[in-house]
């Protein structure tokens, strides 16, 4: 079995094992952790409505921070867009979901796709940079920030060498680019990129608890 035999079997399909465990491992975790009985007289409903307005909201920055959080906040919103292209629109991407989950959908053309990658990583760079140079953002900071940013970042960077195979054959390249992504899956159930599926959750909760209690959400 040579590297891209590896990568495209028992690789992929530990990481996707992993991934999907992993997963289910930490939302049956936080659904059964212990509630705390609230006491306090509700002052709202705290139910759906509160949920989805707060999952709403919690997209955009509040009306005092717009100014001082423009910057990392247009630079987040291209890295998630840009993943969001690279992974769904790129055309070979999507044959490998067809050949997975039966569906297809409509692509972007590869150039587009490429620079959409260039964007995404350029953006990707910024933010760790700001990150590193902040004094208060490098001071929380730790190890799964900075790691979940590189396993983010690796794919897209491979992914962009392979059209320009220089030094390497386009099958090492391959390999290099599908290991890279089982890295990605096996991380994300554990580190802070688990936000990827427990961002709706966390806020929708968020928001029925402040509404219940009367704050303003």
């Not at 949920?51 to 910057?71: C, N, S």
Request: proline residues 6%; aromatic residues 14%; without cysteine.
């Amino acid at each position: 079995m040579d590297l891209l035999e590896f990568a495209r079997g028992p690789a992929l399909q530990f990481a996707a094992l992993v991934l999907v465990a992993g997963t289910l491992w930490r939302i049956v975790g936080i659904a059964f952790l212990g509630k705390k009985p609230d006491y306090s007289e509700p002052r709202g409903p705290g139910g759906l409505g509160a949920a989805l307005k707060v999952i709403w909201t919690r997209a955009f920055t509040a009306e005092p921070f717009k100014k001082a959080t423009l910057y990392p906040k247009i630079m987040a919103y291209v890295m998630h867009i840009g993943l969001f292209a690279t992974i769904f629109l790129f055309t070979p991407h999507i044959v490998f979901f067809e050949g997975w989950m039966g569906l297809d959908w409509p692509g972007l053309p590869n150039n587009v796709i490429y620079f959409i990658g260039v964007a995404t990583v350029v953006s990707g760079f910024a933010l760790i940079i700001r990150r590193a140079t902040s004094p208060v953002l490098k001071l929380i900071s730790n190890f799964d920030d900075y790691f979940s940013w590189f396993v983010t970042m690796l794919p897209l960077v491979t992914g962009l060498l392979i059209p320009v195979r220089a030094l390497f054959r386009y099958e090492d390249l391959l390999a290099i680019h599908i290991l890279s992504v089982a890295l990605l899956l096996i991380w994300l159930p554990f580190g802070k990129l688990g936000h990827t599926f427990l961002v709706f959750m966390t806020r929708g909760t968020t928001g029925m608890v402040f509404e219940r209690r009367g704050a303003k959400t």
